[in-house]
């Protein structure tokens, strides 16, 4: 069966498919071709972001796929700028008339404080977003809630807080980068990890290990590094304008990485910066 039809269940049973077609750093001049080009593939998981400023284009391409929506799992997220219950519940509102869509299946905070101060200390904001997320999963504006980037100390004022513990934090993850006490503190909270940039934004695909791994395998270097992620049990989310990549991206289901080749990939430090 292709990885494509296969899907993880959330902590609240609601079902996700296991790649996702990532959508970071695609204009929304380009965003509808790139959407139409995933679906086409074969992708029914779409993750796109108010602050990528492409949801127009995403939705359009979701609304003329002639897909149903409920066969699809879109994920959007808050800007890591906008803090506090009413500004979330603003800025969820700016994102459904984007995508012109009724409800996502996922809604995340996109990061635990503003980009422009990271590391500060916004955790009463925080608290008071995820409130309002509660809301709007309740009412069944959302399917899912979740967080991105989040660190073990930012989910458990939201636990300490809050009534529904996240589906989902989406964080960097890929060989090289595996980030093991946040993976290990989801896995023990029931909350499953998306890996954005699992090819490292393409600069893990030059690395000579990894292309000695993927010759081994008679695979490509991304091949290698979404299977990596997969049998990590974290869902990537590869972002790629071709065609052909997409369905190159989804084709690795065949081969599967040794227990030993798989503690190598791990034990790699190199974080391509």
Request: net charge neutral; with cysteine; charged share 25%.
């Amino acid at each position: 069966m292709s990885i494509l039809k296969e899907t993880y269940k959330l902590n609240n049973g609601v079902e996700i498919p296991k790649i996702g077609f990532g959508t970071w750093q695609i204009p929304n001049k380009d965003a509808f071709d790139a959407v139409t080009m995933a679906i086409e593939s074969g992708y029914r998981h779409i993750d796109t972001a108010l602050a990528y400023q492409n949801e127009e284009g995403v939705g359009k391409a979701i609304r003329e796929s002639g897909i149903k929506r409920e066969e699809l799992f879109v994920t959007s997220k808050i800007p890591a700028q906008i803090k506090g219950y009413k500004e979330a519940m603003g800025a969820f509102d700016q994102t459904i008339n984007n995508l012109k869509t009724d409800y996502l299946d996922l809604y995340l905070i996109h990061a635990p404080w503003p980009w422009d101060h990271q590391g500060g200390d916004y955790t009463k904001q925080n608290i008071e977003t995820w409130k309002a997320m509660e809301y709007l999963y309740k009412q069944k504006k959302v399917r899912a809630i979740g967080v991105s980037n989040f660190a073990p100390g930012h989910i458990n004022s939201i636990l300490d807080n809050g009534e529904i513990i996240p589906a989902a934090n989406q964080i960097a993850f890929y060989a090289g980068r595996t980030q093991e006490s946040i993976v290990a503190y989801c896995k023990d909270k029931g909350i499953l990890i998306e890996a954005y940039s699992p090819l490292a934004t393409g600069r893990a695909l030059l690395d000579p290990l990894l292309n000695d791994l993927a010759d081994k395998y008679n695979v490509t270097v991304a091949q290698l590094l979404i299977r990596f992620t997969l049998q990590r049990g974290t869902l990537p989310l590869p972002k790629t304008m071709s065609k052909a990549r997409m369905t190159e991206n989804a084709n690795v289901n065949h081969f599967v990485i040794s227990e030993s080749d798989m503690a190598t990939m791990n034990s790699i430090k190199n974080e391509y910066r």
